[in-house]
């Protein structure tokens, strides 16, 4: 957040007009101010006029006490602005309040200050780490973490949706906090969305591998017990209303391998057999059929980056019969070749 978006903010909060969460931001940064002790000693208020730091003063005041007042109008003076700059630059992002699934207690770790990334525009903004690790924040996402991170942890807390790639530390896990939805990984890139309003959790892997449990597991202390693992074109749906969790596979699965390796691949009167198995190591995922039953079928064709099932629908249209989606596998039925030569 630049100066200019901060003192739309601070604008809106004086006039009665700030959300929620805008609402927070100016608390948080008011409050640190306060402990600072400097900006908001008596040179400073006595020295505002009507405007500037006494009118910021006397309005969060009345805030505190339970009476805003919703007519209020700010106007800016070129020397106010300019002296705001360097207190929002250094503390716009620093909040008091932990997020809402912290879940370690804040009074075991007295010391601890916050930082939050906010995406307040319409397009995607990437954000870098302390760890060099990326997030590429969607519209309207926020993302907080503690002094702490990159220290003796990697924890995130995301509200809304973010694409990540984690920079590998195997000593030090990264966590994302979703919600009611936690991913541990130690290196990879992966999506979660995890908007507020919405009843679904998703997280979708990449690349690498993660793990992912739920709150109330971590409550539990038996996270490992029940974690799911995901690979490459798997996804976890999680319904915040039912308390369930779901493995499926991806809408669109993405070939994992290079692109030179996939065009080696060809198949002259090959056993349908070996085509499922390469379609397998190209897309990462769990084909399941009888080897037997298909063993009798022969084709002649190429594995390139096309769509998955695209390809799959023509194979088995060829060989008369079909194929299903079963949770995180794909599995194929029908009575093949073998029965068409009796």
Known sequence: MDKNDFQKILRKYLQG?????????????????????????????????????????????????????????????????????MVVVASVFLIEDPPKNLRIANNDRPSVTWKQYENNTNRTQLFILPDSSKVA??????????????????????EGEAFFQVTHNANVPFYV??????????????????????????????????????????????????????????????D?????????????????????????????????TEIFKALEKVYGVDIDFDEEQFSACRLTT??????????LDIICNVIGTSYILQADRIVINGAGCKAKMH
């Open 302 to 311: 190429v594995i390139n980056k096309d769509d998955l099932y695209g390809r």
């Open 17 to 85: 007009e700030a959300s929620p969460e805008e609402e927070k931001v100016i608390d948080a940064w008011y409050s640190s101010m306060e402990k600072d002790g400097e900006s908001l000693n008596a040179a400073d208020l006595s020295g505002s006029g009507d405007f500037g730091w006494r009118k910021i003063h006397d309005h969060i005041k009345r805030s505190r006490r339970g009476g805003r007042q919703r007519k209020l109008v700010l106007w800016y003076s070129a020397a106010v602005a300019a002296s705001l700059i």
């Open 137 to 158: 924040l969607e519209p309207q996402g926020e993302l907080k973490f503690s002094s702490l991170f990159n220290k003796s942890e990697r924890e995130v807390y995301l």
């Open 240 to 272: 915040k209303r039912e308390k369930e969790i779901s493995k499926i596979l991806v809408k669109k699965p993405e070939a994992i391998l290079p692109e030179e390796e996939i065009k080696r691949m060809r198949f002259e009167e090959a056993p349908v």
């Open 177 to 238: 906090h979703a919600n009611e939805v936690t991913t541990k990984v130690l290196g990879t890139s992966f999506i979660i969305k995890a908007i507020t309003h919405e009843q679904k959790i998703t997280v979708v892997v990449k690349t690498g591998k993660v793990s992912v449990f739920t709150n109330s597991q971590v409550e539990e202390e038996s996270p490992a017990t029940n974690e799911i693992i995901l690979t490459p074109n798997q996804q976890i749906v999680y």
